[in-house]
């Protein structure tokens, strides 16, 4: 729950208002992300940091999913088109959440007034990383936020509800060692003669790595950017028939 040793890297914002009553601007709530991962114990991290206005620990016996603050995270290891696996906290937290114990995955958590801090750590033991060329995970953030009013908020970083089953509604993440060269590669999705698919999804498979594999999500012009490690890589839309590029990075 103390993010000091954390280093500097980029914030992924946690905003998309999928279900429930929307924020009224950032004082009512605003929410973002940081993650990384180690190799030697194979772990992944992620901090989550909220800004609320309004900060609602529920201590009742009728306590319920959206009767006080806290986040889920949605995480799949295999990046499969089947279930991820679902963390949650919660006010006060559960008693295991509590102790802390020697569990392999493990959260801490800091509340100070208009703030809510969470620390998760996730075993990656199952995965080989110490050859480690890039590997994506699929991930989903979501933070609930109940105020004083009784409204309740549940926003998210990817698109949609149903993250646990529907892979379209998670993001992903890319390990990448220090050691390897990315490049950033950007353009266009749209058809002939036709208009831009904003908001479509770009798949991304690696020719040589079966594991790393991505979905791209383009803006409202269809435009698109992504940083990938050197490598040969087809993209498809996901939906828009059998055309399909291929790309190689150097």
């Known amino acids: ?12 914002q946690v905003s998309r208002a999928e279900y429930g009553d929307r924020p009224q601007g950032e004082a009512d709530l605003n929410a973002f992300f940081r993650v990384g991962f180690t190799t030697s114990p194979a772990a992944l991290y992620l901090a989550l940091e909220v800004e609320d206005e309004s900060v609602i620990i529920d ?13 889920e995270i949605y995480l799949d290891l295999g990046h499969a088109d089947g279930i991820a696996s679902q963390f949650a906290l919660r006010g006060e937290g559960t008693p295991q959440q509590q102790a802390q114990g020697k569990a392999p995955d493990r959260v801490a958590w800091s509340r100070t007034a208009g703030r809510h801090v969470y620390e998760w750590r996730f075993d990656l033991s199952g ?11 699929a991930l989903d953030v979501v933070v609930g936020d109940r105020d004083e009013d009784a409204s309740y908020s549940w926003i998210a970083w990817g698109r949609g509800t149903g993250k646990a089953g529907d892979p379209s509604r998670r993001g992903d993440v890319l390990l990448i060692a220090d050691s390897l060269q990315v490049a950033t590669v950007g353009g ?17 498979q690696s020719k040589t790595d079966s594991a790393l594999h991505l979905r791209q999500i383009t803006d409202n012009t ?29």
């Open 59 to 71: 201590d009742s016996p009728d306590r319920d999913w959206n009767t006080e603050d806290g986040c």
């Open 222 to 250: 269809g435009q698109y950017s992504m940083r990938l490690p050197a490598g040969e890589y087809l993209l498809q839309p996901e939906s828009g028939g059998d055309r399909a590029t291929s790309l190689v990075l150097e």
């Open 188 to 204: 266009r999705l749209g058809r002939e003669d036709g208009p831009d698919l904003a908001g479509s999804i770009l798949i991304v």
């Open 127 to 137: 995965i080989d990383l110490s050859t480690l060329s890039g590997r994506s995970l």
């Open 1 to 12: 729950g103390d993010l000091a040793d954390w280093p500097e890297r980029t914030r992924y």
